[in-house]
């Protein structure tokens, strides 16, 4: 069986069990930590072959047991290296080992003094970071990265907290991160993932279905994850038909969110889609849409007709409704339907003061609910996830889904996606100029129009997600929410 560890992601705790796990079974740890070093050295020598000199910052655990590897390996290349050791020098197991098998001289940390033409190797601290740095080494952090030094970090930046990705006091600004096996959450949350630069995963040997066996279903979001689910694909690709979406207006003066989903949504692939409008704002949608049609509703009774209807296959609630009290309403009806439903913005906020009413309704049967908070919409709903500085945007994630029986895609550069089963993804290809009015929109109605095509809610989302990065990143920077729309490429075009 093909075990797929380049979309797998470990957090520090699960690679502590993995580590244990490969030990237990009869590999040789310090083979592991050896080819680690190994492997950092090499990168160095690649990437810097004319550094005056190597300075290793070397810590007290196994991170620092791969700078002892490191900096013997480049001494063996006749490069000037020196190395500098914070707190006890490792005694025991393999960083003991390694450190006695490097031959140079071990310097106290505090004599580090950062120069132009350093190479830093950050061996510091790793996957065992446990707590916020202490002043001294906060200090020497800011110098090295207001020196603009090059800096080599092993497994993770020191500072950047690989479960959740947060800075501990200070994290080196790094050049490359060279990682193993896989990567840990903190490469792909933010703050973190802006301190990794460019990011390498070494495979020092460790069995695959080692490390699959101790992880937790998080990847970062590709489209071989859901590709078998797109509606092209799969085997029930005629007997649905495209689907019919509708996705609701908000009133005369805040109509355009509501046309981005829906655009959104027929180029992502819906087959039909419908914008159902209160009156007041009729006609402005009817003059601004041509392949999208325009329904008139304006109450509740009208809605009930509407879903007697059943080829309406899935709504999008939420971008520009303005009107709390309707949205409520609306998603209850939508609710006891049964249809598959996209919460965002006003939709999501309409329900701060009763979200257990909300999540009640979608509380029974399959999955058909997708909301798609950012931060601050999150925290309208999930005050205490949102308050609470230990859990990981993951964590954050999971533990909505689980408690709204809901798909929870929570923005942002990070965007992640977890379901009620807690399967999680992070994404990573959206570009920065992601961040433009009206993108989210955009992003409900593509969510939508895969809930519409009968795709399942999770890879409906992820999917979705995936697909906007990518808009995005083919539309290049400048562009608008209206740009988004005109790059989503086709299903076929999914590589
Ligand atoms: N997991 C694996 O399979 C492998 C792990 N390796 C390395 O091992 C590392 C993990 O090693 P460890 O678990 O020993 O952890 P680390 O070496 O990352 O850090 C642990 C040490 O740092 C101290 N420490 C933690 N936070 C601190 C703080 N804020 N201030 C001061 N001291 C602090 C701890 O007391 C402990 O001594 C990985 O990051 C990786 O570099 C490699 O050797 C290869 C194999
Ligand atoms: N820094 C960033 N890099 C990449 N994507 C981002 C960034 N910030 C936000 N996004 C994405 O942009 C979109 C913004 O959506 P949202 O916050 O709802 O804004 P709006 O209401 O203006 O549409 C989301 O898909 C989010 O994930
Ligand atoms: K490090």
């Given at each position: ?243 019919h979406l509708g996705v609701f207006s908000g009133g005369r003066l805040t109509t355009g969110a509501a046309r981005l989903a829906a655009g959104a949504g027929l180029?992502?692939?819906a087959g039909l889609v419908t914008l159902l409008s209160p009156a007041e704002a009729a006609d402005a949608n009817a003059a601004h849409v041509t392949a999208v049609m325009v329904r008139q509703i304006d109450n509740?009774?009208a809605l009930?007709t509407l879903?007697?209807d059943?080829r309406f296959?899935?709504f999008a609630l939420?971008p520009g409704l ?8 609306y ?110 929109d955009?992003?409900?109605g593509?969510?939508a129009?895969?809930?519409a ?43």
């Amino acid at each position: 069986m093909h075990i797929d560890l380049e979309t797998l992601v470990v957090t520090p705790s699960e690679m502590a069990g993995i580590d244990r796990a490969a030990a237990d079974s009869g590999l040789d740890s310090f083979a592991l930590m050896e080819r680690a070093g190994q492997a950092v050295a090499a990168v160095a020598l690649r990437h810097h072959p004319g550094a005056l000199r190597f300075v290793v910052l070397a810590g007290p655990g196994n991170n620092g047991g791969d700078g002892y590897v490191a900096a013997r390996a480049l001494l063996k290349t006749g490069c000037t290296v020196e190395l500098f050791a914070f707190g006890p020098p490792p005694t025991k197991g393999d960083a003991g080992r390694a450190r006695r098998r490097y031959r140079g001289l071990a310097r106290p940390f505090v004599d580090y003094q950062p120069m132009r033409g350093d190479v830093v190797i950050d061996a510091l601290f790793g996957a065992g970071l446990a707590r916020d740095l202490a002043e001294p080494l906060c200090a020497a952090i800011e110098r090295v990265n207001s020196l603009a030094i090059p800096v080599i970090a092993i497994d993770l930046p020191s500072g950047i907290d690989g479960r959740t990705g947060a800075v501990r006091g200070a994290a080196f600004q790094a050049e490359r991160t060279v990682t193993f096996m896989c990567r840990k959450p903190g490469h792909l949350l933010m703050p973190g993932r802006s301190f990794c630069g460019s990011l390498e995963i070494y495979d020092i040997g460790i069995p695959a279905r080692i490390v699959s066996a101790a992880s937790h279903h998080l990847r970062v979001n590709e489209p071989h994850l859901w590709r078998m689910s797109l509606p092209s694909a799969g085997i029930d690709a005629h007997k649905y038909g495209h689907g019919h979406l509708g996705v609701f207006s908000g009133g005369r003066l805040t109509t355009g969110a509501a046309r981005l989903a829906a655009g959104a949504g027929l180029k992502a692939g819906a087959g039909l889609v419908t914008l159902l409008s209160p009156a007041e704002a009729a006609d402005a949608n009817a003059a601004h849409v041509t392949a999208v049609m325009v329904r008139q509703i304006d109450n509740l009774a009208a809605l009930r007709t509407l879903l007697s209807d059943p080829r309406f296959s899935a709504f999008a609630l939420g971008p520009g409704l303005g009107d709390f009290a309707r949205a409520r309403n609306y998603v209850l009806a939508l609710a006891e339907s049964g249809r598959p439903l996209v919460l965002d913005a006003d939709g999501i906020t309409a329900f701060r003061d009763e979200p257990d009413r909300l999540f009640h309704a979608f509380s029974d049967g399959p999955i058909r609910l997708v909301m798609t908070p950012h931060a601050g919409e999150f925290a309208r709903l999930f005050a205490d996830l949102a308050d609470d500085a230990t859990l990981s945007k993951v964590d954050r994630a999971r533990a909505a889904a689980l408690r709204s029986h809901a798909v929870i895609v929570l923005k942002g550069a990070d965007t992640v996606i977890a379901a009620p089963d807690g399967r999680a993804l992070i994404n990573a290809n959206a570009p920065p100029w992601l961040a433009t009015a009206g993108s989210g929109d955009v992003l409900s109605g593509v969510i939508a129009a895969h809930l519409a095509q009968g795709m399942p809610a999770f890879e409906a989302a992820a999917a979705g997600v995936w697909r906007h990065g990518a808009a995005a990143a083919a539309a290049g920077s400048g562009m608008t929410a209206e740009d988004l729309i005109n790059f989503l490429n086709g299903f076929d075009q999914i590589k």
